[in-house]
């Protein structure tokens, strides 16, 4: 436990951790949580990546944000979805299936993520040239550092700062999975029942490398699946992004 940033976590408000992902990942990430990429690739777990070129060489560290998703990140990637959306019309469903090109939101508690010692703080983007990343306190509270701007205490200074994990992030630490459209709410909704339903693997892994409560680990009945249009939208006023 680290008293120092749960006390600033505190007087920010920072509740919850950012990330998103393609909405065809849901399955395995209820399955066995957020791995890092190339933790995902030792197993053979296959997923759709969000970043293929992964230019910040940081591919052993799971990427979050706080508040909001990197919005400058999102509309990146969402518009090589765009791009993909166009050619669909020539393509047949078993080719290139519609989850594919959809995405979720998930909000994830933040706590156990923050205080982790082995958890990275990039004031900007981990990929941009000459940032330098931090631990512990003095990492994170370098990411409110600077002209804020009048934004709430919660939203770090600059909106591409980034919080890494090396850990896989249990699925019980999930707390919200935010869908753009009502369909993709309903769509959500039968992965998490399939998921619910099936018996799992046990995958062999090293507890060590995991972060989470102490409860069951594929405990998924507190995750609540929301209709939140907000987090979508790059332009989103900063009140909008409730975390609860």
């Known amino acids: 436990m680290n008293l120092e940033i749960r006390k600033f976590a505190e007087d920010k408000g920072i509740t919850r951790l950012v990330h998103f992902t393609r909405l065809i990942n849901l399955c395995s990430i209820l ?10 690739e030792r ?4 997923i759709v990546v969000t970043d293929p070129a992964r230019i910040d060489r940081m591919k052993e560290y799971n990427a979050f944000s706080i508040g909001q998703p990197n919005r400058k990140m ?3 990637v969402r518009g090589r979805e765009q791009r993909l959306q166009n050619i669909k019309a020539h393509m047949t469903d078993t080719q290139l299936d519609v989850t594919m090109l959809k995405w979720v939101v998930l909000l994830v ?3 156990l993520v923050l205080e982790d010692k082995q958890t990275l703080f990039f004031p900007d983007n981990a990929a941009k040239r000459g940032v330098e990343s931090g631990c512990g306190i003095d990492g994170l509270t370098k990411l409110y550092e600077g002209d804020r701007k009048s934004k709430p205490p919660r939203f770090p200074t600059n909106v591409q700062s980034e919080v890494l994990s090396p850990r896989t992030v249990k699925p019980n630490l999930i707390r919200i999975i935010c869908c753009e459209t009502e369909q993709d709410v309903q769509i959500a909704q039968k992965i998490m029942d399939i998921v619910k339903a099936k018996k799992l693997t046990k995958l062999s892994y090293d507890p060590e490398a995991f972060i989470g409560l102490a409860r069951p680990f594929h405990s998924l009945d507190d ?3 929301e209709h939140r249009p907000e987090y979508f939208n790059v332009n989103a006023p900063y009140p909008l992004f409730t975390l609860s």
């Open 109 to 111: 508690d933040a706590i």
């Open 74 to 76: 999102f509309l990146s």
């Open 223 to 225: 995750i609540q699946i």
């Open 31 to 40: 399955e066995i949580g957020i791995w890092p990429r190339a933790q995902l």
């Open 43 to 46: 197993h053979d777990i296959k």
